[in-house]
Nanobody, 132 residues
Framework: QVQLVESGGGSVQAGGSLRLSCAASGFIGSMDCMGWFRQAPGKEREGVAVFYNVGDDTYYADSVKGRFTISQDDAKNTVYLQMNSLKPEDTAMYYC?????????????????????????WGQGTQVTVSS
């Protein structure tokens, strides 16, 4: 059974940094595509970033572009989200998602994955709180 376990969340002041990790287990091989989403209380889920294992391509939501970096460690089947210059509006529960099979990156595929949440497996989430 595939499991995704997030870690690294916490509380930080505005301008600070956090690094989230998500480890996938129960799957032989590497996940072709992994992503991060977030949801704040009373708001809809928002796609944050996606990483494509074939080609190491990445795609970011405009709200985090230039501040967040997604990366993947194939050997550990782990995806990371480095979050810098954090803002209070980044406060949310952050979820990891993974898809074992994916085509190569295209802008349209990445956009739709983040908009529709088109991933097969999901983690339980880790809370990020940014104070002003």
């Amino acid at each position: 059974q595939v499991q995704l376990v997030e870690s690294g969340g916490g509380s930080v002041q505005a301008g600070g940094s956090l690094r989230l990790s998500c480890a996938a287990s129960g799957f032989i091989g590497s996940m072709d595509c992994m992503g991060w989403f977030r949801q704040a209380p009373g708001k809809e889920r928002e796609g944050v970033a996606v990483f494509y294992n074939v080609g190491d391509d990445t795609y970011y939501a405009d709200s985090v572009k230039g501040r967040f970096t997604i990366s993947q460690d194939d050997a550990k089947n782990t995806v990371y989200l480095q979050m810098n210059s954090l803002k209070p509006e980044d406060t949310a529960m952050y979820y990891c998602a993974a898809d074992p099979y994916s085509l190569r990156y295209t802008n349209d595929d990445a956009f739709s994955r983040l908009k529709e949440g088109r991933f097969r497996y999901w983690g339980q989430g880790t809370q990020v709180t940014v104070s002003s």
